[in-house]
């Protein structure tokens, strides 16, 4: 099956897999040659691509994953490898998310999605090595 990332920026990827895994909103979905057609909200976390008996490892950050006729699409906002994290960053800004004001239900949900997003970026980085 073929793989396509894409952010904004750019195509991450455009290539054969064998088995891709992504983070969805609400859980995990793993998609191999064959898969049922389907269209999933990704939430913020890992994404999995194998190929040639090796896997890379992703950090996404939303988006949406399209599974059709053998080829996986992933749109998202930030596809970054996992070798290209930077831990001590991501605990930073992790702190810094964690000591924001936040006295309203808007406030609230900004300040947990960059909660989020740090924490997964943690995650994807320290599973990766």
Known sequence: MQCIVVTPERTERDEPAEFVAVTLYDGELGIAPGHTP?????????????????????????????????????????????????????????????????????LMAVRQRAVAQCRAQIRVAERAT
Do not use: W
């Open 38 to 106: 389907l269209l999933g909200r990704l939430g913020f976390g890992e994404m999995r691509i194998t190929h040639n008996q090796h896997t890379d490892h992703y950090y996404v950050e939303g988006g949406f994953v399209e599974v059709l006729d053998d080829v996986v699409t992933v749109l998202t906002a930030r596809a970054i490898p996992a070798d290209k994290i930077d831990v001590e960053i991501a605990e930073e800004q992790l702190r810094s998310a964690l000591e924001k004001e936040a006295h309203t239900p808007e």
